[in-house]
């Protein structure tokens, strides 16, 4: 029996021992009894052990398992952060794309890297020049390109029948702790979308676009939302950027999920398949000066159905700013150049309104809230 043969030989030869026949049955009944009842508990042990070592194997073979067996919390805690897949938006491997690696890997996130395809110049300058006067701006070449390369990541996650998918831009950072605010706002998307039981997804279904990383957001008394606690949100006073004169309408450490009216800078941001395609449709053919303020109009005359994340939970590292450093889309529409990028690996830079920095505590050990521009 389960290989412990000789506990049961012990009691067995012991009841046949020769010295042994004067005593009463009895007493050597309980002793039966005694050796039965220590090779149940034995084999109990064993089997208990056995079924443990069952479940932590599953436990690591999967991390993903079958979402129902979970709450539509859990899910959102997991590698990639309750959507069916994380995409990163990147030209080519650089500092931007190894410190994301890094960070994922110290935050336990899964993100893929899909190549881009080529976007050729001439499709560039055509596209920068769509539309007639009825069009509120062109981009600008940097901005061109970036906006088709976002199209092209919709396009890539559409084809590949995702559910969901959050789309990060490669040179976004975001907290060591972002899974437990993740869990936080399933809770609160859910509550404020009001997703049924009968939904066990993370985040419902009921919107286009879950914006988690932007630079600015406007949000009033007013605005439709639902705050929640979350000890993650940096203070009004440490806060960096144009809403920061909105924040103060949302009580002191807390974020909320509301209604998206005016998100500025596509950092990171989710879409259900149907809105992955609304997006591909509404924001295909340009006609405007970059792909986030094409989104923003989309959100604001509710082309799209928008929900933000405010204040955000994802926001751009940058380098030093000394050590010369310029974003890509600025280096192509003509603004600056970025000096030898080699040394933007090895000083740290900052990242604004993410306290503990994923990226600076995997590089440097250290957190790098930017409070000044
Ligand atoms: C995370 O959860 C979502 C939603 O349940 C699911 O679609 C996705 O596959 C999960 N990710 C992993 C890596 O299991």
């Not at 996130?109 to 055509?126: G, H």
């Not at 806060?239 to 509301?258: F, N, T």
Request: charged share 25%; aromatic share 8%; with cysteine.
């Amino acid at each position: 029996m389960l290989g412990l043969p000789e506990v049961k030989g012990s009691s067995g030869s012991r009841s046949l021992s020769p010295f042994r026949l004067g005593r009463s049955r009895a007493q050597e009944r309980i002793r039966i009894y005694i050796a039965a009842l220590i090779i149940v508990a034995l084999w109990y042990t064993y089997f208990l052990r056995l079924r443990y070592m069952n479940e932590l194997a599953t436990i690591s073979q999967t991390e993903s398992a079958e979402p129902c067996d979970f709450l539509p919390r859990d899910a959102a805690q997991n590698s990639t952060l309750g959507f069916q897949k994380i995409l990163a938006l990147s030209k080519s491997p650089s500092w931007r794309s190894r410190g994301l690696i890094a960070a994922a890997t110290l935050t336990g996130l899964d993100i893929e890297i899909p190549k881009q395809p080529f976007i050729t110049p001439e499709l560039i300058e055509a596209f920068s020049k769509i539309g007639g006067p009825e069009v509120n701006g062109h981009p600008k070449t940097g901005s061109a390109h970036a906006w088709l390369a976002h199209l092209d990541l919709l396009r890539y996650g559409v084809s590949s029948n995702l559910d969901t998918f959050l789309i990060v831009e490669d040179d976004v950072d975001w907290d060591i702790n972002i899974k437990k605010t993740m869990a936080l706002i399933s809770d609160n998307v859910r509550k404020f979308r009001d997703v049924g039981g009968e939904d066990d997804s993370p985040y419902g279904r009921s919107w286009d676009l879950l914006w988690l990383g932007h630079c600015g957001e406007h949000t009033d008394k007013a605005t439709p939302r639902q705050e929640f606690e979350d000890p993650t949100v940096p203070t009004i006073d440490q806060y960096v950027g144009w809403s920061k004169k909105w924040l103060p309408s949302i009580s002191a450490g807390h974020r909320a999920i509301q209604k998206g009216v005016n998100p500025v800078c596509t950092f990171g941001y989710a879409v259900t398949a149907h809105g992955a395609q609304k997006i591909l449709d509404f924001a295909g053919k340009g006609g405007n000066e970059a792909f986030d303020i094409r989104l923003l109009d989309g959100c604001k005359n509710n082309h799209l159905n928008c929900l933000t994340v405010q204040p955000e939970i994802m926001h751009h590292y940058e380098p030093p700013k000394d050590l010369g450093y310029t974003s890509l889309v600025k280096e192509e529409d003509g603004k600056g150049s970025s000096v030898d990028e080699e040394k933007f690996e090895t000083v740290m830079g900052g990242t604004e309104n993410i306290i503990d920095s994923a990226r600076c505590m995997a590089l440097f050990e250290s957190s790098c809230m930017k409070q000044r521009r």
